[in-house]
């Protein structure tokens, strides 16, 4: 099954910071990757999320508007909308010094 793209539009980035707005129409997915860096991401909507990782374990986890968690660099998954409105949220991926 096809699912649509989630939209990353690049904000900032500076020797310090990459800061990307990520947007989701219902069922979307940014597709499999892995963070190299420590990332913060930060809820502008309430994300329903589901969560593919690795070995084909699937999480459903609910981050409510202005919520924000940290991971450290090497998570491995694919982001999917499971909700049934818009998703988005600020990733802050911070750079090695």
């Known amino acids: ?6 939209v990353a539009t690049l904000l900032v980035e500076d020797e310090a910071v990459r800061v990307t707005r990520f947007d989701f129409v219902p069922g979307a997915e940014t597709g499999w990757h892995r963070h190299g860096m420590d990332y913060v991401i930060t809820a502008i ?4 999320m589901r ?8 999480r459903e986890v609910m981050v409510p508007a202005g919520a ?5 660099a090497g998570v491995e998954h694919n982001v999917v909308n499971a909700g049934t409105g818009p998703m988005r ?5 911070l750079k090695p010094r």
Do not use: N
């Open 68 to 72: 924000a968690y940290k991971r450290a």
């Open 1 to 6: 099954m096809e699912r649509p793209q989630a």
């Open 89 to 93: 949220f600020i990733e802050v991926e």
């Open 45 to 48: 909507t309430d994300c329903s």
């Open 51 to 58: 969560l593919e990782e690795p070995g084909g374990a699937v």
